[in-house]
């Protein structure tokens, strides 16, 4: 089942059960995508899963960063919303890959695109994010990879 139908279920599972914030924070996901399918069409291109599942990760950071702000302020109303919107946005990311499986991943990418220095970063990263779209947090990735070719 693609990601769009899955939306779609769910937000008919959500109705259903009448679990408001749930069916909000899928509309709120619907809108976004639609939103990246009015801009790829745009430039002639279509959103494609990885893009639906960089869209989704993207979300989460935004979340995860106001997360950050509201409990800062003091405000738990906001942050238990929040965490809730994490909640229901995680459900469609595929399980996120430990520690050190990322470790080993980079090792893995490493080898493949024969990277040795800083100047093969980007090879390293994007070799990553080709296999690995929505399954590991990229900025952490991508600060694994500048220490192990820094050696």
Request: neutral net charge.
């Amino acid at each position: 089942m693609s990601l769009r139908e899955r939306f779609t279920q769910s937000m008919k599972d959500a109705m259903k059960a009448g679990d408001k914030s749930r069916l909000g924070t899928i509309r709120m996901m619907q809108a976004a995508l639609k939103d990246r399918d009015i801009e790829a069409r745009g430039a002639g291109k279509e959103v494609s899963e990885e893009d639906i599942l960089a869209l989704l990760q993207k979300m989460v950071k935004s979340r995860q960063e106001s997360l950050g702000m509201f409990e800062q302020a003091g405000r738990e109303d906001l942050a238990a919303q929040e965490r809730g919107e994490i909640a229901v946005i995680l459900d469609f990311l595929p399980t996120q890959m430990s520690d050190d499986e990322v470790k080993a991943a980079i090792a893995v990418a490493m080898s493949e695109t024969g990277a040795a220095s800083m100047k093969d970063m980007g090879k390293v990263v994007g070799a990553l994010k080709a296999k690995f779209t929505g399954q590991m947090d990229f900025a952490k990735a991508s600060a694994l990879v500048k220490a192990a070719l820094n050696g």
